[in-house]
Structure formats: C-alpha cells, structure tokens
C-alpha cells in the first residue's frame, strides 16, 4: 500500500520584503486559490489554523484575507466558514497583445484619461539598434480605466513632425499603435515589444491604486518607420491582477 506523502513544513520569513507582512500573506493565500490548493467551492482553514501555520497574528490572517475578499476571490459566511467563490485567472480581462493586430485594440468599456503632455522631450529607453532617434518627440503620460478601475499607466513619445497630423481627440480614445495605425501615409517597418514583471513603488500604487509592492508587468514598445526612424516609444505599466499574456506556440 503507497504511503501518503506528508507536505513539508516550510516556515516562512516574512522579514525577507518590505512588504507589510498581511500583503506577503495574502501573496500566499491568492496563489494558494490560483494553483487549485484551495479549490472553487471548498471551505478553508480558519483564522487560527492558518495563523498557526504561518507564525503570524490572527489580526494579520483576517487582514490577508480582507484583500481576497475584496478581491471576490473568498466569500465569509458566519458560523459556516471562509469559501472559495473565484479564481484569479478569472479576472484576467486585460490581454497584453504579442501581435500587431492585437495592440489596435483596447478592451471594452475603456476610459483614457491624460496626466501630462509636453513637447521637445526625448525618450531614454531607446537602445542605438531599435533605429535612429528623432530629432524631438512630444509626450503624454496616460492612465486606462475601465469598469472606475485604473489599470494601466503608460507613458508615449510620438515623433514630432508626425504629430502634427494628428487629432487632438485621438489621445483620449485610441491605443498608441491604433494612432500610429490609422495616421495616412506613416509606414511602420518594424515594431518591437518587451515585457517584464515587476513590484509597484509608491508612484505606481498610487496611480494604480494598488498595495505597495504589488504585482506589475511593465512593457516597452518601439515602432520604426521605412527609413529607420523611431517614431514610437512607449513605456507602459499594467496592474499584475487583470493583465494576461497569451502566445500561441505553433
């Protein structure tokens, strides 16, 4: 007869981040509901269980478990216990596009709003083998809402001389590459796209309206013209909790 393997017990040092320990927590219980430990529809262990396993304050427990509710990741029902009514991937309603046609398009019901502009600025972000650098670029710094909720912040450096064909308006109701996209005469030869995860600093929790250290992935995009020229750079953040990368292998 198999012998059923016990899980070891791995205690965890919350000193390690920054991060308030209930937000480390709560990192904990999230993934625990996404991988399926905790599984839609099943009760979990109570406050003083999962203190015990995690060494911490049952106030510090309740307060992870406030941001998974929120989350309506758990639902508390008295004298029955905390449950499981979601998962994470569920919310994942923001697709970070991997192909031209998927970033003309933004997500339904999707508000942007402009934080800043400003003209005869240069990005940094731009390496000397993407192409060769305007002379000047002007600049937004722009935030996407959707559903009351911020969900990405993302700044642009559109080519100068480009932007002065394009409407004002265009700013406020289309993504960057929709822009680039519909303005007549601009041929883009090349286009390029970076993704990398991150955690949120106080500039970006605020904005974003997220926990401190939270999950983000930050993107850097380039688009080339036909004579080499980097008409495009943008620089953008996206909350960890909605966004999803899809690729298809073959």
Known sequence: MATKQSKPNTVIDFSRSAAARYVQLASLFRRRVESGQWPVGEQIPTVDELAAECNVARATVRQALDLLEAEQLI????AKGTFVIGKPQEQFWCEVASNWDGQ???PKGVSIEILSAGEKR???TVGPDIGRVAESYQYW?????RNDQPYYLGEVFIDEQICKRIPPRAFKTKTSMRILRDLPGLEIAEA???LTLGSADPEIAELLQLPLNAPVAHVHRTAVDKDGTVVFVG???YRGDVVR?????K
């Open 192 to 194: 390029h796209q970076t």
């Open 141 to 145: 710094q722009r935030r996407h809402w």
């Open 104 to 106: 003309l398009l933004a």
């Open 235 to 237: 620089d953008g953040i």
């Open 245 to 249: 990368l899809d690729i298809k292998l």
């Open 75 to 78: 639902a508390r029902y008295r």
């Open 122 to 124: 240069v990005p940094t």
